[in-house]
């Protein structure tokens, strides 16, 4: 662009930001100019956008994501422990000698242990949970 196609400003710089311009402006083919037009260019177009958003948005929703699974399969794990051990010192009586038979009551009783975790987990039931959260 010509110099007559631009509109000229006259503008004060403190002391230490004109000595950082001239040192930057000593190197050959660089023009105080270009490099006020590109500070100012840089500096309007940064307010238009959030700079951090540009940056770590997309990261912090995809570990907000992950943090939401690891929640999600933490719930599993205490869902699971909390009625296994229901079922230990609740339900389940002493087995004097695994037999066949024991084994086959064993497998049963676990079969109806997952069921019972995967219906509580697709209800949302927590037992865990307090109970003024609980009554939400």
């Known amino acids: 662009m010509r110099n007559r196609d631009k509109v000229r400003y006259q503008l004060f710089l403190e002391p230490r930001l004109a000595e950082r311009l001239e040192e930057i402006a000593a190197k050959p083919g660089v023009a105080r100019s270009d490099i006020l037009v590109a500070a100012l260019d840089a500096w309007l177009t940064r307010q238009g956008s959030h ?7 997309g990261r912090l929703d995809r570990m907000s994501l992950q943090i939401g699974r690891v929640g999600r399969d933490v719930q599993v794990l205490l869902e699971s422990l909390s009625l296994f051990i229901h079922q230990q010192y609740c339900l389940n009586a002493q087995l004097p000698e695994p037999d066949a038979a024991a084994r086959a009551i064993g497998r049963d009783r676990f079969d109806r242990f997952i069921a019972q975790v995967g219906r509580q987990m697709a209800t949302g039931a927590k037992p865990l949970a307090p109970a003024s959260e609980a009554a939400r």
């Not at 700079?51 to 948005?57: A, I, S």
Request: aromatic share 14%.
């Open 51 to 57: 700079e951090l958003d540009d940056r770590f948005g």
